[in-house]
């Protein structure tokens, strides 16, 4: 997406202000975060031994971020690009109950990624995973637990704004649901994201499910998933309509996880199956991981959402090329 400048921006908030305002929406959210979802905050790693697996593939072809140490020369160390696998791990490592689990602050490099108002190379995110029921792994828990992240968010954006009146970007009060593939039957000769955008504009606030997997009529994916953490019949992301820049944005990556049925199937549909050999994947092929949902949620994304900026190089601090950075300082976006 090229970079948009919308006409007459003037930040609601200066700098400092700004700064204020992303600590309290940090700190509560996080807070309101654990209290729905029953989460407890842990440390995480901010990179892994690529023999794990443990690492993040993403849409399959970003390539991390990797050194080498002196101590461990015989294997490559990875910037994690998120924890999706690592939580489950870790739920079972430290004997997690059900219906239980944990949050993390999650900070990665993605080298890969096409910088414009909403993406950086710096990505910073509540990571969280809780088990549940083999039986809950349903699309009735999945909506369950996104409307209680959603709730989280409202009483994110209720409680800054007492602080910063008039400042605040106002969200819808509810979220709605839609398949890809209701997308598609909708708006087939759309792109997957003009879609998104669509569907954002209509309903203000949305989880839009089922992202991987190939849909009927174009045979494509609506996007690309990872095969070995979210299966792709029980996934999703939370997406608002942005006004201010006029576009959706994406704030949230979820699902509940793959089972050992649905890691098998989906090794196989992304050509894979060499990656039942690592160490997490036999974990949870032997039924040794608990049955767990979980993803992230941007955190400068949420800022960038609740203050109205329109560049997330307002709300942290990152690289941008010269030619981005002075068109912005042009128009009053003020980068970090």
Not at 174 to 200: G, M
Request: glycine letters at 4%; a negative charge; charged letters at 30%.
């Amino acid at each position: 997406m090229p970079l948009i400048i919308p006409k007459d921006y003037v930040p609601k908030l200066n700098i400092r202000d700004t700064e204020a305002a992303i600590s309290i929406i940090r700190e509560t959210f996080q807070d309101k975060l654990s209290t729905e979802l029953t989460l407890q905050r842990m440390s995480a790693p901010m990179f892994v031994e690529k023999s794990t697996g443990l690492n993040d593939n993403l849409n399959g072809i970003e390539r991390p971020v990797s050194f080498d140490i002196k101590n461990i020369p015989d294997d490559q160390i990875e910037v994690v690009h998120s924890l999706a696998k690592w939580k489950r791990f870790a739920l079972k490592r430290y004997n997690f109950p059900m219906h239980e689990g944990l949050y993390t602050n999650m900070n990665a490099i993605r080298r890969d990624e096409d910088l414009d108002n909403f993406h950086s190379i710096y990505v910073d995110q509540w990571d969280w995973e809780k088990i549940i029921k083999k039986e809950e792994r349903t699309e009735e828990t999945l909506k369950n637990t996104v409307r209680k992240i959603f709730a989280a968010i409202k009483q994110t954006e209720q409680y800054v704004r007492k602080i910063y009146p008039g400042s605040i970007y106002r969200l819808p009060d509810q979220i709605s649901f839609v398949t890809t593939q209701e997308l598609e039957n909708r708006w087939p000769e759309l792109s997957p994201q003009e879609r998104e955008d669509k569907i954002a504009e209509e309903q203000k606030a949305v989880f839009l499910m089922k992202i991987g997997d190939k849909l009927e009529k174009s045979g494509k994916p609506h996007d690309g998933r990872a095969p070995d953490y979210d299966d792709w019949q029980l996934n999703g992301d939370i997406i608002f309509w942005y006004e201010p820049l006029h576009c959706k944005l994406e704030v949230s990556s979820m699902g509940i996880r793959v089972s050992e049925t649905s890691l098998k199937e989906q090794l196989i549909k992304a050509n894979a199956q060499d990656r039942e050999q690592l160490p997490f994947h036999k974990m949870l092929l032997n039924g040794d991981l608990p049955y767990t949902i979980g993803g992230g949620i941007g955190q400068s994304r949420l800022c960038m959402l609740l203050l109205a900026k329109v560049h997330i190089g307002e709300v942290q601090a990152s690289i941008w090329p010269k030619e981005m950075a002075d068109q912005c300082e042009k128009n009053n976006i003020h980068l970090l």
